[in-house]
């Protein structure tokens, strides 16, 4: 088994639109983003993305964090499937667990 990283925390929904799509994102805190970008420095992601075990409530998936437009931090796509299935919308607060493998 691969080492990982844990990492729990509380961040609000934000929506956003890029070009004409509509995106509901999730900011990784600045203190774990560092974290994790000094640990998976070595290793190559492409465009700086990083994959990653997301879990919200009950759910677990394999999805990929998003740099942060100017590269100071990720971001943490909220796919519509989950929305739907905890009425998620613009300005809730989710409680989100991260896995990062580093190996």
Do not use: C, Q
Not at 22 to 28: D, G
Not at 68 to 74: A, D, E, L
Request: aromatic fraction near 10%; charged fraction near 25%; charge should be neutral.
């Amino acid at each position: 088994m691969f080492p990982e990283l844990l990492y729990h925390f509380e961040a609000p929904l934000r929506m956003t639109r890029i070009g004409k799509t509509t995106w509901y994102l999730v900011s990784v805190p600045t203190e774990i983003s560092a974290e994790i970008k000094d640990a998976i420095e070595a290793v190559n992601a492409p465009w700086g993305m990083i994959s990653i075990w997301a879990t919200l409530g009950d759910v677990e998936w394999k999805t990929i964090l998003f740099p942060k437009k100017g590269g100071v931090g990720y971001e943490l796509a909220i796919n519509a499937k989950l929305r739907k299935r905890f009425h998620l919308d613009d300005g809730d607060v989710l409680a989100l667990a991260l896995r990062v493998p580093i190996g």
